[in-house]
T-cell receptor, first 111, second 115 residues
Framework: KNEVEQSPQNLTAQEGEFITINCSYSVGISALHWLQQHPGGGIVSLFMLSSGKKKHGRLIATINIQEKHSSLHITASHPRDSAVYICAVGNSGGSNYKLTFGKGTLLTVNP | EAGVAQSPRYKIIEKRQSVAFWCNPISGHATLYWYQQILGQGPKLLIQFQNNGVVDDSQLPKDRFSAERLKGVDSTLKIQPAKLEDSAVYLC?????????????FGPGTRLTVT
């Protein structure tokens, strides 16, 4: 079993829909990260959170430490949101902080 | 501020050949990461440098992969000899230092195809 599980693997939505991507993890973590990867490889960090909820524009990320679960929500989705969304958990070992990534969720938003 | 630079962007080689990738991190970033991302998977850490020292290379296949960051700035990752299963995107990332409060900035990646 992978340390980080994402669902769904693929998601197709119509423009304007509310999107939810889920991430579950099986180990203790220092923080959880959500990242976005567009075709061609570029990865951009969206959120880093260790508790509660964060919001940036139309994106909202929540985390429940007790349940080892996080969600990424996109409100009023737009075709430009089409990308792979990756959940990663961070652990500190000594002076070294290391990320373990999920496989990603491919989101396609149709106009 | 210039981002993380990588070259080449694409490389096609035959199995058993050698290949090298180059990464120039964001200026002033002490921590540099090399990741391997196989199609349909998330990135997997190969090696992490803090300045010019290795802090984690536990998932680096050391019989064929090597990496260096001699002056604590740019870095090279080498594969010798390559296998078919090495086909992947190799991502370089950097951060100011190692820790949960320090964002990792990713380069565009090098897509390697081994035939």
């Amino acid at each position: 079993k992978n340390e980080v599980e994402q669902s769904p693997q693929n998601l197709t939505a119509q423009e304007g829909e509310f999107i939810t991507i889920n991430c579950s993890y099986s180990v203790g973590i220092s923080a959880l990260h959500w990242l976005q990867q567009h075709p061609g490889g570029g990865i951009v960090s969206l959120f880093m959170l260790s508790s509660g909820k964060k919001k940036h524009g139309r994106l909202i990320a929540t985390i429940n430490i007790q349940e080892k679960h996080s969600s990424l929500h996109i409100t009023a989705s737009h075709p430009r949101d089409s990308a792979v969304y990756i959940c990663a958990v961070g652990n500190s070992g000594g002076s070294n902080y290391k990320l373990t990534f999920g496989k990603g969720t491919l989101l396609t938003v149709n106009p | 501020e210039a981002g993380v630079a990588q070259s080449p962007r694409y490389k096609i080689i035959e199995k058993r050949q050698s290949v090298a990738f180059w990464c120039n991190p964001i200026s002033g970033h002490a921590t540099l990461y090399w990741y391997q991302q196989i199609l349909g998977q998330g990135p997997k850490l190969l090696i992490q440098f803090q300045n010019n020292g290795v802090v984690d290379d536990s998932q680096l296949p050391k019989d064929r992969f090597s990496a260096e960051r001699l002056k604590g700035v740019d870095s090279t990752l080498k594969i010798q000899p390559a296998k078919l299963e090495d086909s992947a995107v190799y991502l370089c990332a950097s951060s100011k230092t190692s820790g949960p409060n320090y964002e990792q900035y990713f380069g565009p990646g090098t897509r390697l195809t081994v035939t």
